[in-house]
């Protein structure tokens, strides 16, 4: 591995830090401060099941936030991860309450800014929309679990000391759920950007165990979280624990367990899974803030009890920490790059050519868009993003998602099914009719990545699109998840 | 660690058991005790009993000794903790002034008039009643604080009652034809009697307090 890129990579390990170092106390912070469960006990179980978390469930909110900025250099993602992280670990020395979630939103949206690609709004909506969804949802699930627990116990009557018991047990099972819903759905916050410039490669045990290059990533930033649960989450922990969160214990166990299932709700592929075959609505995987949701139980709880105790000044003061940190973290990221690029020379973004051919206009065009006003930049190659989004621009009046549609078509990235890399196939999560199709263009070459997905689907149904139901949405996000997995393997740079 | 968890938690519960079970046999101890001195004066009997209430009175202090050394080398119920605490040296309290007046009934050996005993005898048993619902409230507390309140209304009640007692027993002291001294000793007797349903009712207004603290 290169030098620069472990150099790139400390600054998404520095954001697993500070990660570690604030949210862990959204978990086991009422527990510890309130001196139900060691901090001892609260950083092993933490750094075990966010590890685990991370792991094993990390990959589906990961793919929304890749979708919200495809940062494809190494370089680009390590300062967007150390723009967030210094934007989180600045506002926490202020004293103000952050979010890493919307610290690496922001930062992703700086560079897109800068390096003037595409923002896809409909997953920049969707995130944000959890920013507002997640709260209430959490205050309804803290609201109907802490009138449940007061039935349970009023119906119940145990001792005092065994309420107490039965209290640490469940604040150290919450914990756990917890520490591994925040591995799972926080870990796209760390090492997402990394996605598209992931260094690792899949590895394959004699004993048949696949450990895949995400969740390699995902390993690495499930450890730099622990590493910050253990060594800075303590006082953290406590003030949560005693300033922000009056509850009694019972009271924080339903904050703890209503913020877990929220967590967990936007970060399961396997309940997305359920949840189609059944042929309900899914939820989106989406990393959503962890604080956010703690506030969210919280205030619920708070106004079932008719509002009293809310320290409504606390919770501005929170409210505008979500919204200032995204814009600050955005510009750190900016002005960055801009040093990064221009004083370090160092690539922030990987650009390409772009050119309208005959077959591109065609493709555009199966796709409905009108090809017309695009007639007069057939056949002439740009050299970069810039130069073609400026001729785009004077030659017709294109909505957004129109834009970002042929910007994605006319990219040229030469791609070849290189007959002495067809080894590499076994690294990728591709099942035998997959890899028997990449097999049969062996020694094609391909100007734009459409027309290897389109070759593979002529090949084989395994890589063909579906309609677009709720069952299918799964097994199409897997099949574009795969293709850009081949595309990282065969594309000539 | 679970396991060990519920067994710890079992043990405790059974030592504040076997605490409210102290103080509650301290008060029917300490009504035996006074009726047996009213009809033998300080006989072998009376002895028994002040015998009894020694033991109960050492036994409640190693119990609440260590109940709080328990709460916090292991810290137990940190949101009550303090509460707890509180309420057992109170009902400590109880079981020490129990074990002192009998003490004085043993050392002092008051002579009673035959007219008097029956209002000393009533009101032991007034005393006696407070300290028993107090016990039975505090029980409650453990496991339905939201039942508490109904239990101090007793405690309340007893305690009126004990006071109405003891005005009408210093009234009729103080009519009677004896030397200054002698009802001036008497009055000492009925007001440590009353004192002790007083305690009991103070421990009672902590305890409503405690009670209201302790929701989820």
């Not at chain 1, 190494?74 to 506002?91: D, E, L, S």
């Not at chain 1, 919770?315 to 960055?336: D, E, N, Q």
């Not at chain 2, 009809?39 to 202090?61: M, P, Y």
């Not at chain 2, 034809?177 to 000793?185: M, R």
């Amino acid at each position: 591995m290169d030098v620069t890129i472990i150099l790139f990579l400390i600054g998404g390990l520095f954001l697993g830090w500070s990660l570690g170092a604030n949210d862990a106390a959204n978990v086991f912070g009422t527990a510890v401060g309130t001196r139900m469960v060691s901090f001892a006990l609260a950083a092993v179980v933490c750094s075990i099941f966010v590890i685990l978390g991370a792991v094993v469930s990390g990959a589906g909110a990961a793919h929304t936030l890749g979708k919200l900025g495809a940062i494809n250099t190494v370089a680009g993602a390590g300062m967007a991860a150390t723009a967030a992280a210094v934007t989180v670990y600045w506002m926490t020395r202020l004293g103000l309450p952050v979010s890493t979630t919307q610290a690496i939103v922001g930062a992703i949206i700086g560079w897109n800014l800068f390096t003037d690609s595409p923002t896809d709004i409909g997953s920049l909506i969707r995130i944000l929309a959890t920013w507002v969804i997640c709260p209430v949802l959490a205050g309804i699930v803290g609201a109907l679990l802490f009138k449940g627990s007061e039935a349970l116990v009023h119906r119940m009557k145990p001792h005092l000391f065994r309420l107490d018991a039965y209290t640490r047990l469940a604040l150290i099972l919450a914990g756990a759920f917890g520490a591994y819903s925040l591995g799972a759905n926080n870990i796209a916050n760390v090492m997402g950007v990394f996605l598209f410039s992931n260094p690792f490669t899949t590895f394959d045990s004699d004993g048949g165990i696949t450990f895949s290059a995400t969740q390699q990533l995902f390993l690495l930033g499930g450890l730099a979280i622990a590493v910050g649960v253990i060594t800075y989450s303590k006082r953290v922990m406590i003030t949560v624990g005693q300033e922000l969160v009056p509850l009694s214990p019972v009271g924080a166990w339903v904050v703890v367990i209503a913020h877990s299932i929220v967590l967990f709700l936007f970060a399961s592929q396997t309940l997305e899974h359920w949840l189609a075959r059944s042929g309900m609505p899914t939820i989106p995987l989406v990393p959503v803030s962890s604080s956010q949701v703690v506030v969210g139980a919280v205030i619920g709880i708070g106004l079932l009890k008719g509002g009293k105790g809310i320290r409504w000044r606390v919770l501005s003061k929170i409210a505008s920490g979500w919204v200032t940190t995204p814009i600050i973290a955005c510009i750190v990221c900016f002005i960055s790059l801009f040093f990064l690029q221009n004083v370090f020379n160092q690539k922030i973004y990987e650009d390409a050519p772009y050119l309208l051919s005959g077959p591109a206009l065609e493709y555009l065009e199966r796709s409905g868009i009108d090809v017309d006003p695009l007639a007069s930049l057939h056949g002439v190659r740009f050299a970069g993003l810039k130069s073609f989004k400026q001729a785009l621009e004077g030659k017709a009046e294109l909505d957004r998602s129109t834009t970002a549609e042929i910007l994605q078509v006319a990219r040229l990235e030469h791609i070849k099914i290189d007959p002495a890399r067809l080894d590499k196939l076994d690294e990728l999560p591709l099942d035998d009719s997959q890899k028997a199709a990449v097999r049969r263009l062996a020694g094609q070459s391909f100007d734009y990545p459409w027309m290897l997905a389109d070759a593979l689907s002529k090949q084989s149904p395994a890589w063909r699109i579906r309609p677009e139901t709720t069952v299918n949405k799964i097994f199409n996000r897997d099949i574009v998840e795969k293709r850009q997995e081949l595309y990282r393997v065969f594309t000539v740079r | 660690m679970a396991l060990q968890l519920f067994g710890r938690t079992k043990d405790l519960e059974r030592r504040v058991d076997e605490f409210l079970d102290v103080v509650a046999d301290s008060a029917l101890t300490f009504h035996r005790a006074v009726e047996i001195y009213l009809a033998e004066e300080c006989s072998a009997n009376f002895e028994e009993q002040v015998e009894l209430i020694v033991q109960l009175e050492t036994r409640g202090d190693e119990l609440a000794r260590s109940l709080e050394l328990a709460m916090y080398y292991e810290t137990l119920i940190p949101d009550a903790r303090g509460d707890v605490l509180r309420l057992l040296e109170s009902l400590d309290a109880v079981i020490n002034a129990i074990k002192g007046i009998l003490w004085y009934f043993a050392t002092e050996i008051p002579s009673i008039p035959e007219d008097l005993r029956p209002d000393y005898r009533e009101l032991s048993e007034l005393s006696s009643a407070c300290v028993d619902s107090l016990v039975i409230a505090v029980r409650s507390f453990f496991r339905d604080p939201k039942s508490v309140k109904d239990h101090l209304h007793k405690v309340r009640y007893h305690e009126k009652a004990a006071d109405k007692v003891v005005t009408r027993l210093r009234r009729s002291i103080f009519a009677k034809d004896l030397h200054l001294a002698e009802k001036i000793h008497l009055r000492f007797f009925a007001e440590r009697i009353v004192w002790i349903s007083d305690m009991a009712e103070d421990a009672g207004d902590d305890l409503a307090i405690y009670a209201i603290k302790r929701v989820i």
